[in-house]
């Protein structure tokens, strides 16, 4: 069985996971796959319903849009019955959306009585700052023209040997 989210193959490719995409692409997972997704500041936290896996049985793997999730378990022993429908897959490989600001590293991986938690640490913010400019005078580069002195100078400045004979602005 594969449940992957359709919104990969066709749509993900050059734009992040916004939260909105994030959870249609989830709408589209198989109705077998029953997993929540909870976020803190510093983190999100997957929970996968796996039953009969185990920590032996499962690989976890996340790349820079997705968490990937392939897992196996073992058929229990029918007894004295045999099959007459099997639905419970034996192998599980699930693909998951990650939001746009999680990092695909330092994961955190447990499995309980085939429940899957997959912590993923989120990326520090990147803020973009506006500083603001203040009017005032700053001081002009001197140029090759400039004969001699420092390698400023300041026209305000009285005290600024090459200022002498320049003229005001």
């Known amino acids: 069985m ?3 989210a359709a919104f990969f193959v066709t749509a993900f490719e050059p734009e992040p996971v916004s939260m909105g995409a994030l959870r249609d692409a989830v709408a589209d997972l ?3 796959v029953f997993f929540d997704l909870l976020e803190s500041e510093s983190a999100y936290l997957y929970v996968v319903d ?3 896996v185990t920590d032996d049985s499962v690989t976890v793997e996340a790349t820079a849009d ?4 392939d897992a196996s378990r073992e058929k229990p022993d029918a007894g004295e019955y045999s099959y007459v ?4 897959p ?3 490989d699930v693909d998951l959306p990650l939001p746009d ?3 695909a590293d330092g994961l955190e991986v447990t499995v309980d009585r085939g429940i899957l938690e997959v912590v993923v640490p989120r990326e520090p913010e990147r803020y973009e700052t506006t500083i603001d400019v ?3 005078r700053g001081r002009r580069a001197a140029t090759d023209d400039d004969a001699g002195g420092d390698s400023t100078t300041d026209p305000d400045d009285p005290t600024d040997p090459d200022t002498t004979d320049a003229e005001p602005r």
């Open 101 to 103: 600001d999680a990092s």
């Open 134 to 136: 203040a009017e005032g």
């Open 50 to 52: 796996l039953p009969g």
């Open 30 to 32: 198989a109705d077998d």
């Open 66 to 69: 997705r968490l990937v999730i």
């Open 85 to 88: 429908e099997e639905h419970r």
């Open 90 to 92: 034996t192998l599980v």
């Open 2 to 4: 594969t449940a992957t």
